[in-house]
């Protein structure tokens, strides 16, 4: 086995008892090669559970962060998803492995070089499950429209209006929402179109820039 391969095994193991995580997320985190997604110089630190920098100001998600995401979004194969905030494309590749070849992620990234970095990412590794898009997706992504899920990598000022329209009945966003302090919110659609609302606890991410998030 590879030293990557084992080091990634060993925390995903760790976070499976820690997070009680699911088979689908744990075998998931298994498959994707997270130093692959990591710029060269951070290359050795990919299977600590951090943050780490991949260009522009911008950081790739903590793995524990991923698999809580993907938790908490209820991922079933065949899920349309729409990720807001592509950044390198490590997450998205997370939830391409859990949806498989009969779902899809869109993954829009507002910055065009890091929106880039994550095709050619995803590429490379044959994820053709996943379009990357450059746009604000703080107005979601129209064009591919409804999805089952949604699920934002960066803190908005309260929930964008356009993601909970996009959203198809029964389906689930999550996101965080706040500015210094900021918390996880799952985000459930009835029958009626009515929004039920839990907060997961408190999280750190970069800021949501767009129309309907912070101001650049
Ligand atoms: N999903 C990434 C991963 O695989 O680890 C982490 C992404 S990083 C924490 C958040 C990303 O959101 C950044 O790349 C940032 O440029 C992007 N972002 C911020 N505002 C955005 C917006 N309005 N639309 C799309 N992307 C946005």
Redesign the pocket.
């Known amino acids: 086995m590879d030293e990557f391969k084992e080091k990634r095994e060993r925390l995903i193991e760790r976070l499976r008892h820690e997070l009680e995580l699911s088979d689908k997320v744990v075998e998931a985190m298994k498959k994707v090669p997270r130093h692959l997604?990591i710029p060269p110089a951070y290359r050795s630190e990919a299977y600590v559970d951090t943050?780490l920098p991949?260009g522009?100001g911008?950081?790739?998600?903590a793995p524990h962060m991923?698999a809580i995401m993907c938790e908490l979004l209820d991922l079933k194969k065949g899920d349309k998803v729409l990720?807001?905030?592509?950044?390198?494309?490590?997450?998205?590749a997370v939830v391409a492995e859990i949806v498989g070849r009969e779902g899809k992620v869109i993954a829009?990234?507002?910055?065009p070089e890091?929106a880039e970095t994550a095709k050619r990412n995803l590429e490379a590794l044959g994820y053709d499950n996943v379009k990357v898009v450059v746009?604000?997706?703080?107005k979601g992504y129209e064009k591919e429209a409804p999805y089952d899920k949604i699920y934002v990598?960066?803190s908005a000022p309260k929930i964008p209006e356009p993601l909970i329209e996009q959203l198809k009945v029964g389906g689930k966003l999550v996101i965080p929402v706040g500015d210094f302090t900021q918390h996880l919110y799952v985000v459930e659609k009835d029958e009626k179109g009515k929004i039920k609302k839990e907060n997961w606890g408190a999280v750190r991410?970069?800021?949501?820039?767009?129309e309907h998030?912070f101001e650049d």
């Open positions: 997604f943050p991949i522009k911008q950081t790739i998600s991923v990720e807001v905030g592509a950044g390198c494309g490590y997450h998205a829009i990234e507002r910055i890091l746009g604000d997706g703080s990598t960066a991410f970069v800021p949501l820039v767009g998030g």
